[in-house]
């Protein structure tokens, strides 16, 4: 099985967010103050906190346009927050859902299909890594299971 790593959205991309600047659609975030239920920011993978101002934004994490490039609602901090450091095991605060969706793109960044599947989050590192070994498959996302958001990207190591 293929050594994994999660990845948290680039601090590139982040700042310029925080900074204010334009979504996917090409709108400036929307502000927000977190209630403390939920709100996954999807730099440091930690909840903003309660009381904390988020922002609400379109983000497409691919390089391209093409008809794959899936674009959605994301949350992040507001204020600058530490990247997530790249790791094996599966983030903490993606343990705390019950379930998570895994899909598989190619490297030209379209989904590979038959490779979507929701897993227990217990199960996500493994099932991340053996969609890893499959030939043609470069990268997973890991989607909520619920709403279909992005929330981080999975590679080989």
Do not use: W
């Not at 930690?46 to 904390?52: D, F, I, L, S």
């Not at 343990?95 to 599947?117: A, P």
């Not at 070994?133 to 999975?154: D, K, M, T, W, Y």
């Amino acid at each position: 099985m293929p050594h994994i790593r999660f990845l948290a959205m680039p601090t590139a991309i982040a700042r310029t967010y925080q900074a204010g600047g334009l979504d996917a659609y090409g709108h400036k975030p929307e502000r927000r103050i977190s209630d403390g239920d939920s709100i996954p920011c999807r730099h440091c993978l930690c909840n903003v906190e309660k009381g904390a101002e988020y922002l609400i934004l379109a983000h497409r994490p691919f390089s391209n346009l093409q008809p794959y490039a899936e674009t959605g609602p994301i949350f992040l901090h507001a204020k600058e927050c530490a990247r997530h450091p790249e790791t094996e095991a599966t983030p903490e605060m993606f343990l705390t859902s019950q379930t998570m969706m895994v899909r598989g793109y190619s490297e030209d960044q379209r989904i590979v299909y038959g490779t979507g599947t929701v897993v227990p989050s217990d199960q996500i590192a493994e099932t991340a890594a053996a969609l890893l070994e499959r030939p043609g498959i470069a990268f997973v996302h890991l989607r909520s299971a619920r709403n279909n958001c992005f929330q981080c990207r999975i590679e080989r190591r």
